[in-house]
């Protein structure tokens, strides 16, 4: 099938003797790994119309600078990359690119338009007019190699039930330590603005997840897209600066002052003129009255607020939350839930793992249960609805006479159970409907009704039903 449009990168560093020889470079289209490309070759890659960024990766740390460029439908669009020129006094000058590329890794090679070969296509152009950029005779067909597809970035449900680009898409995700698995085979989309939480037993692989989606730590296999960046060695920098990671434990520096240790690490994340950036912060997490006290001298559950500020400081797309509200009293974990509230109508990602699953059940879009692999992810109505029955509790004066024969007759009860000697449970398929008729039944059999209503599972029951018969959940 033809692309709407075609990008061509070709590699042209000098060498003479086999077009192969030497390190093969990556070529990246958005981010992502499109292909390979070696001395003297050229690729052709097919791309969707519209805006695109290219870049190209030698080895793990020496990159080209992302050239962005928009490419308009049945248009070719050539570029050239090629290691960079040297000033005469090779050495002297090899020396110092070696030592600046400590700390700049795009001083290497280039990526520039080639301007030399026509670059449109005409209208209705066949597959034979991506490569009509150079004659036929130039180009080996050894050295062309033309890439069906690039990988788009994973698509997840919005909160309106439209589909949109994932704020994260994690793909068969996998981490070991040695023996250990720490996950395996982790899948799943969390959509921008939404309350993802995440939950499972301790040593259910959480904290690891967070480490490795956050850059901490690398995976073993699998893939993910994190803030639409796709998760790799060379895009740690950038996955970073569009997040915000708050672990259990704040790590503030306790000699210094609440606006000391937010200066500090607002130095970190290359932010200019923070103040401003700084009171807003404390202002969210109720913090101004306290800008000047040491750290050292705050309660826990003030850190944790601490922690929650610096988190806010770069403004990220994704936050990653690891028990925000552990050690907090009632009043402070309210005020907590209100700024993740506040955060996800600003189009924030709130990635969340707790042990609190009322928390979870209240502040959470959808959740996932994680032990080690992931059990099941959904909203809790969704949850619930899946793993129990529809059921009525109903409670009476006295104990039903031939309870049997009355509940079995009633249209939509498909099963009841005794709860103690005057109430009873029954599975039905509508609620709504068999409240009424059950009702009606009892009346006609002379029963005193005290109570009907629909049974509520929470969070919790559907959490103890998925890990019950868990041997993970329960290993020491």
Known sequence: MTAAATMSISRQDGWSGNSHSGRAWQVLIDGSVATSISNNETVDLPVAAGHHAAQVTSMRFLRSPKVSLEVAEGQVIRLSCRKRARHPFIVQRSIIYLLASLFKHD?????????????????????????????????????????TS???????????????????????????????????????????????????PNGAGKTT???????????????????????????????????????????????????????YFAGLYGLHNPGPRIEKALEAVSLANRAGDLCGGLSKGLR???????????DPAVMF???????????????????????????????????????????????????????????????????????????????????????????????WRAEGLDSYVLSVSEPRVAAPEVVRALVNAGADVLSIGETQHSLEDVYLELIADDVEAHKP
């Open 150 to 200: 690039v990988r788009e970035i994973t698509s997840a449900p919005t909160l309106d039930g439209k589909r949109g680009a994932a704020a994260l898409a994690v793909h068969q995700l996998t981490k070991r330590f040695g023996q250990r698995t720490a996950f395996s085979e982790v899948s799943f989309e969390v959509a921008y603005g939404e309350v993802f939480g995440f939950l499972g």
């Open 107 to 147: 001083l290497w090679i280039s990526l520039t338009p080639d301007d030399t070969v026509e670059t449109d296509l005409e209208a209705g152009g066949d597959d034979s007019g991506l490569r009509a950029g150079a004659p036929a005779a130039s180009r080996s067909p050894a050295s062309i190699r033309t890439i």
């Open 321 to 415: 939350l690891d028990e925000p509200t552990s050690g907090l009293d009632p009043v402070a974990a309210l005020e907590v839930h209100d700024l993740i509230i506040g955060l996800r109508q600003q189009g924030v990602t709130i990635f969340l793992t707790t042990h609190r699953l009322d928390e979870a059940e209240k502040l959470c879009d959808r959740v996932a249960i994680m032990n080690t692999t992931l059990r099941t992810v959904g909203t809790p109505a969704g949850l619930r609805e899946q793993l129990f029955k529809k059921s009525l509790i109903l409670t009476t004066v006295e104990p039903v006479k031939g309870p049997e024969q009355l509940f079995t007759s009633v249209k939509g009860v498909e099963s």
């Open 209 to 263: 997840t967070v480490r490795t989606l956050g850059t901490l730590i690398a995976p073993t296999s699998g893939s993910a897209t994190v803030a639409g960046i796709p998760l790799s060695p060379e895009n740690e920098v950038e996955i970073r600066q569009r997040i915000a990671i708050m672990p259990e434990a704040p790590g503030l520096y306790l000699r210094l002052t609440v606006t000391e240790n937010l200066e």
């Open 304 to 314: 944790q607020r601490v922690g929650l500020a610096r988190t806010l400081l770069s």
